[in-house]
Each structure stands twice: as structure tokens, then as C-alpha cells.
């Protein structure tokens, strides 16, 4: 039920850092792997993207490991500073971010 009763899974996946604990989108298919976006924030929030493998996901058992990052000028230009989210449905990719753009006054 999703209000519960909840209980901890035996292992007790939990992350406590600055990269890779707060979620950056749902969890997603690639291939034949499941694939865990998680927010690189050690620089600033929006730092980047981590993404992790899931390599075994059990009632008993739950292990990941990093496969790769994205930062915020991979996905745009040198004005790009910040990459919060990322969720792939289907053949689409979307993705939450800032930059930074200087408006020219024309009133």
C-alpha cells in the first residue's frame, strides 16, 4: 500500500552524501539495466548528474554502482550552470536545468 505500513529493507540502501543521495528523476531502463539518476551536488546544487547501475535489487539485497555523470555544459552551452533533473520516457529525454541568458533592455 503506498501509505504503508513501511519497513526498511535489510539492507538499508541508504545514501548519506552530497553525490548521488537526492534523487534526480525516476528510475529508468536502459537496455537491460535500471539505471538511478542521483544529483551531484558536492560543488553547488545543480552540479550535475550521477547515474548508478542497479545491479541487484532483491527483498534481501540492494547494490548499485556508478556507471557515469553528466554536468550542466554537456547538455547545452558554456552558459548552462546548473542540472537538477533528468526523465526518459519512452524516446524522449527531458531535463531540468538553468543558464544563464542577459536580456537586451528594448524599452
Same mark, same amino acid.
Given at each position: 500500500?503506498?501509505?504503508?505500513?513501511?519497513?526498511?529493507?535489510?539492507?538499508?540502501?541508504?545514501?548519506?552524501?552530497?553525490?548521488? &543521495?537526492?534523487?534526480? #528523476?525516476?528510475? @529508468?531502463?536502459?537496455? $537491460?539495466? %535500471?539505471?538511478?539518476?542521483?544529483?551531484?551536488?558536492? *560543488? &553547488?546544487?545543480?552540479? #550535475?548528474?550521477? @547515474?548508478?547501475?542497479? $545491479?541487484? %535489487?532483491?527483498?534481501?539485497?540492494?547494490?548499485?554502482? *556508478?556507471?557515469?555523470?553528466?554536468?550542466?555544459?554537456?547538455?547545452?552551452?558554456?552558459?548552462?550552470?546548473?542540472?537538477?533533473?533528468?526523465?526518459?520516457?519512452?524516446?524522449?529525454?527531458?531535463?531540468?536545468?538553468?543558464?544563464?541568458?542577459?536580456?537586451?533592455?528594448?524599452?
Amino acid at each position: 500500500d503506498l501509505f504503508g505500513p513501511w519497513e526498511p529493507h535489510v539492507d538499508n540502501p541508504l545514501k548519506n552524501s552530497l553525490c548521488g &543521495s537526492r534523487m534526480a #528523476g525516476k528510475i @529508468f531502463q536502459l537496455g $537491460e539495466k %535500471l539505471i538511478r539518476p542521483g544529483q551531484d551536488c558536492t *560543488e &553547488s546544487y545543480g552540479g #550535475g548528474l550521477v @547515474f548508478y547501475e542497479i $545491479e541487484s %535489487l532483491t527483498l534481501d539485497s540492494y547494490r548499485e554502482r *556508478e556507471i557515469g555523470r553528466l554536468s550542466p555544459s554537456d547538455i547545452g552551452s558554456s552558459e548552462s550552470n546548473a542540472l537538477h533533473t533528468i526523465n526518459v520516457l519512452g524516446d524522449r529525454v527531458y531535463v531540468d536545468g538553468r543558464r544563464w541568458r542577459r536580456w537586451k533592455k528594448i524599452c
